[in-house]
């Protein structure tokens, strides 16, 4: 027990090359190996996309849930409210529904990208992440995954833009808004504005799933999950 309150200690306190070193010298407790350490948090990983990021892929996986669920930008907020009085609120539902659909049609790319981030993890990757804060599992995640998860997304959300209709339905409402007397013309970019907003999605659906792992024993479903996650205990 002493040796793990002494490993929290120092990767909390761990901000330079010197004390890192100091850390990867230290023994493990509880017979873990550094092997089984690495594999603990990636089958907690693996766990947090089949869990959960899978449930965004399908449909209603980002209009239905309130964590994620794509809102308008600033900019399109005032193209909704003023459709809306003007008696188009139906049309603008679709809109924001059809921006979810096309992140929902999107997220299924994510899955093998965050596969092989996971496999490419090191032990010293996992140490860090186990004695880490609640999200810093999925903090690896994003730093490994996001630049290459945005060139994948972001031309398959343009291209559900068309298959869902979003294109043709955000065409015609920001027309008939720049259409309107006394009002400033919008034009955004959709695509790159619904790209991120489906990334902090995925994100954020890991990490509901990581900090249960850390928190929920129950979570906790093999004995390697047990075992692992109660260092960090």
């Known amino acids: ?114 596969v092989e981030a996971i496999k490419g993890m090191t ?23 996001s630049a290459q998860l945005y060139q994948k997304f972001k031309p398959i959300i343009n291209s559900s833009f068309q298959k869902v209709g979003a294109d043709k339905i955000w065409t015609d409402l920001i027309t008939k808004y720049n259409n309107l007397p006394l009002t400033t013309d919008v034009n955004p970019d959709l695509t790159d504005y619904v790209t991120g907003e489906a990334l902090k999605g995925v994100y954020t659906m890991v990490e509901v799933e990581e900090k249960g792992i850390r928190e929920n024993v129950n979570k906790r479903t093999s004995n390697l999950l047990k075992q692992v996650f109660a260092l960090q205990d």
């Open 1 to 114: 027990m002493k040796k793990v309150i002494a490993l929290i200690i120092v990767f909390q306190l761990s901000a330079c090359a010197e004390l890192q070193q100091v850390v990867s010298q230290l023994p493990t407790s509880g017979g873990i190996t550094n092997e089984q350490i690495a594999s603990g948090l990636k089958e907690a990983l693996n766990k947090g996309i089949t869990n959960q990021v899978s449930t965004l892929a399908v449909q209603d996986g980002f209009y239905k849930n309130e964590l994620v669920k794509i809102m308008l930008p600033a900019e399109l907020q005032k193209v909704d409210n003023t459709l809306r009085n003007i008696g188009l609120s139906s049309v603008a539902d679709e809109g924001l529904k059809l921006l979810n659909r096309a992140a929902e049609d999107a997220v299924g790319e994510a899955i093998p990208i965050f």
């Open 123 to 145: 032990f010293t990757d996992a140490k860090t992440i186990l004695l880490g804060n609640d999200d810093a599992a999925t903090q690896y995640l994003k730093n490994t995954t």
